[in-house]
């Protein structure tokens, strides 16, 4: 990978390669660790949030929203995730990145301010606006600062930040909100941010770019309107309404004619917002489908595990993040080793088979729980599946960057983004309603028409009122709820069998970045090197 020079006496220096020998200086340490930052407050929130629900509701009232507490934030980060990445692409990512920051910061001060539930849902869609550019962001500064070849460990960084959140959330909140209320599990994004904000502001110095067109407004409203609609449907289909009721059918019309009006626009505007020859590449076509795959069983099987836990084996609630601690080890410590081999290597292609193996070897495992499987069997299984998403996390981003050209690194880091988060969506509805249904159906063969009323809101009780219930009722529900986790894991398996199968398919085109030869459908061209020559990024020297 060529260095670009810096002009004579000026303070700003090239990024050496560590493939070259070099050394990456100070300040990009500095930078790194602040997109490790922008990461965890993306990814934290809703897990701090979540453990305050309860609090926020006896404060503010309004029991009936409380879902739109979660959606709001997770529909305009979904939404706006795409744009965010076109931007960066058109306009400069250190800029876009800065923006979405403080687009991140004015939510997260206007939720902790909140008086009534109505604000607080309209403040989290600002924030949730603003952690689209944050996940964007931080990918696409790594693929400008992180040729390919060397980009796999950090993203494996990357990926400990995502289990470090996931694990850390749920204490974090409960312990914030007890000891300073629940409006500090907002304010607390305030100093991390602004570290964020000021180390990005200082250190990094992107080349500026110009726009060649004008912005894809009309695409963007479609592309939104079709992502709501799909984000709707997976929250509302099942709950708030029936899944063949008018609203979700309307809804599918709208989201179907949506996308179809976005395709055809696509093809006409010359500044896409997404633009479609990028999945002309095979590569990134199946990284795309793995991604949603993989979003769509992670999220779903990562749903349940815990309420298996309280409620089948008796563990508290409130040390719910400990429940996934054998899961987030499984994911770290195989993140890392992959990042590295792939750095050393340039290989990448075993790491997705082998992530969809383990994956589907996983969730088989868990399919196997029952009322009598003990916490240690249950750890074995999730250390299991925590490895293949190690595997799979951070090296689909990889495969999708490494899949497009430097000039849209930004939307080919945003797409992946995207078809994970909306798989995700899609795995917590459908794979909460095969939960629902099995869950009821064993608690009527068990309890008769009774079992089914106290199970029909939702399929599930608070664990901590679990051990007041008579013994029947108490083991019926530890049956219903493990019939139930069952189908999920097994379900979830299936369909995990499928990325297995596409993983296959992928090509192992040179990483940039590495001596590897060319590859006729790499973007790693001689043309390709040489814009992104022009496009190196400089840091102020330390």
Request: net charge positive.
């Amino acid at each position: 990978m060529s260095q670009k020079a810096a002009p004579a006496g000026d303070k700003q220096a090239a990024i050496p390669s560590e493939a070259d020998g070099g050394k990456r200086p100070a300040s990009v340490r500095v930078v790194l660790f602040a997109l490790m930052i922008a990461m965890l407050l993306a990814m934290l929130d809703n897990m701090i949030v979540g453990t305050a629900m309860p609090t926020i509701v006896g404060e503010l009232g309004g029991m009936d929203h409380l879902s739109w507490v979660v959606t709001a934030y997770t529909l305009a980060t979904a939404a706006s995730t795409p744009i965010w990445g076109k931007l960066g692409d058109m306009y400069g990512r250190k800029g876009a990145f800065l923006t979405s920051i403080v687009l991140f910061l004015i939510g997260s001060a206007l939720s902790g301010m909140a008086q009534d539930m109505s604000q607080l849902i309209g403040f989290r869609a600002v924030q949730g606006l603003g952690a689209g550019g944050l996940m964007v962001g931080v990918m696409a500064i790594i693929g400008d600062l992180i040729p390919p070849r060397e980009r796999g460990k950090y993203q494996g960084m990357m990926a400990g930040v995502m289990a470090v959140a996931m694990v850390g959330g749920p204490l974090v909140g409960g312990t914030i909100t007890d000891h300073l209320g629940w409006r500090w599990t907002f304010y607390i994004n305030l100093p991390l941010g602004a570290i964020a904000l000021a180390m990005v502001t200082a250190v990094l110095h992107l080349p500026k770019k110009r726009a060649r067109g004008r912005i894809d407004y009309l695409g963007s409203a479609l592309l939104t309107i079709g992502i709501t609609a799909l984000v709707l449907i997976t929250t509302w289909g099942g709950t708030e309404y029936d899944w063949l009721s008018g609203q979700i059918v309307g809804l599918g019309a709208i989201g179907v004619v949506a996308l179809v009006a976005f395709v055809f626009v696509e093809r006409k505007v010359s500044e896409p917002v997404l633009p479609l020859h990028i999945f002309r590449n095979g590569n990134f076509s199946l990284i795309t489908v793995i991604s949603f795959l993989v979003g769509f069983v992670m999220f779903g099987s990562m749903t349940f595990l815990p309420l298996f836990q309280q409620s089948v084996q008796g563990a508290s609630a409130t040390n719910s993040g400990l429940l996934l601690l054998p899961l987030m080890g499984g994911l770290l410590v195989v993140s890392l080793i992959a990042g590295r081999v792939t750095t050393q290597t340039g290989k990448y292609k075993i790491f997705v088979v082998g992530g969809g193996a383990l994956l589907t070897a996983g969730l088989a495992l868990l399919s196997l729980m029952d009322t009598e499987t003990t916490r240690l069997t249950s750890s074995l299984y999730m250390i299991v599946l925590g490895a293949g998403m190690g595997f799979l996390m951070q090296t689909t981003m990889l495969v999708a960057q490494n899949s497009v050209e430097m000039k849209d690194l930004g939307v080919g880091s945003s797409s992946a983004t995207l078809f994970r988060t909306i798989g995700g969506s899609f795995g917590v509805a459908i794979l909460g309603a095969i939960f629902t249904n099995q869950v009821t159906a064993t608690m009527v063969e068990r309890l008769g028409k009774a079992g089914g009323k106290m199970t029909g809101g939702g399929a599930q009780m608070d664990p901590k009122n679990l051990s007041k219930l008579p013994p029947p009722i108490k083991d019926a529900y530890a049956h219903a709820v493990a019939s139930g986790s069952h189908q999920v894991f097994l379900w979830g398996a299936v369909i995990s069998v499928i990325g297995f199968a596409a993983a296959w398919f992928l090509k192992e085109i040179p990483l940039r970045g590495g001596p590897a030869a060319k590859s006729p459908e790499a973007p790693g061209t001689d043309a390709d090197a040489a814009a992104a020559a022009e496009r190196m990024p400089v840091v102020e020297a330390v």
